[in-house]
DNA sequence: GCCCTATATAGGACACGTCCTATATAAGAC
DNA sequence: GTCTTATATAGGACGTGTCCTATATAGGGC
């Protein structure tokens, strides 16, 4: 459901390909969406369908056709209905905590050696979403007003506070793991 | 796969069959891992083909008969190798965001609204989180160890902590929109 | 009186997302 | 010289999860 909001979103700013599409999500906001290039051209096909956006084809030698999607006006309707709508928030999905919740059944030391990887994905995290801000500003100059501009930054501040918490977390927990009589031993 | 593995972990402190995993998974995992009913069956039948679970039946009358499923040895070991494991982390999917993503295209009052009840789902969410305490303690003193309650109990403090960074943003996100000139008019 | 919940399992249909492959060519990396 | 990247679209196969329904009965709420 998202990604096709997502597309007639983007969509709003002006016609593009699907191609050029992937290329957008991967810059802005692919870290709380990231969307695969097969689903994009779907998704697009019955968006299509269903009338909401319409495409011109114009043709290349030596590559595929290129179909330039632009939104109807059905289409950009929907998609303001949706932008004002109220939605029930995702269901958390954080394979990683399953294996904290079966920790107890690890030695202490196997344990720690989890964290202290997970502590260093979350870092690596932090500094992706670091890196995507110049992408983002780029693709905010093409497309975007300073309107626009000022919640595309809103989600990256999302992403780098939600990031930090988990750091956070993650590091407590290496603390309190490696201070002894904190944690019981197996029985 | 996380499915797979919660099903082993929870069989591995004892035999249950279907029908008591969905409960154990609904006041303990469920928060950061819901399950479907119907997956947790399609699951244990899965598994049994692997070889990593057995049952036994139970007859009844007027009801269909219990399957009591328990793991087998080769299931422990495949539980114990994943645990050990490290994998890489979920993908972050937030759907709420792409609407914040968009937002510019809306008239500041609906913006706030829609704000105003994110954060009013957040302080659901965290009122969940906190009900889901005594739950968690109750299957703790039923079929965990002090060690494991530790671990349990760690997975609840990370989603409180990331459920309440979270409101921490949406309300600082509510107090800018608030604030004049802070946000870029329409052009 | 009817609906919901509890007990217990199971399957069809479907939505959504991922992975891999195919087609075509050219430029640049190593 | 081979491999990767860029350009551009598309579909098969599959994995995972959701929703709804069926079966069978009893008890409690409104």
Known sequence: MSLEYAILGFLSYGPSTGYDLKRVFDSTVRH???ADQSQI????????TQGYVGHELVEQEEKPDRKIYHLTEAGREE???????????DEVREG??????????????EIIRLAELQAEQTRERLQTLEALK??????????????????????????????????????????????PGNLPEAD
Do not use: C
């Open 32 to 34: 709380f969406w990231p």
């Open 41 to 48: 051209y779907r998704t697009l096909n019955r968006l299509g």
């Open 79 to 89: 998609f303001l209905r949706w932008l004002a709508t109220p939605h029930a928030p």
């Open 96 to 109: 990683s905590l399953i294996q904290v919740f079966f920790a107890a059944r690890l030695p202490n030391e």
């Open 134 to 179: 110049p992408l983002l500003e780029e693709h905010a100059a093409q497309i975007g007003t300073r309107r626009d501009v000022f919640f595309w930054e809103l989600t990256l501040e999302h992403g780098l506070a939600m990031t930090r918490a988990g750091l956070k977390w993650i590091e407590s927990v290496i603390r309190r793991l490696k201070t």
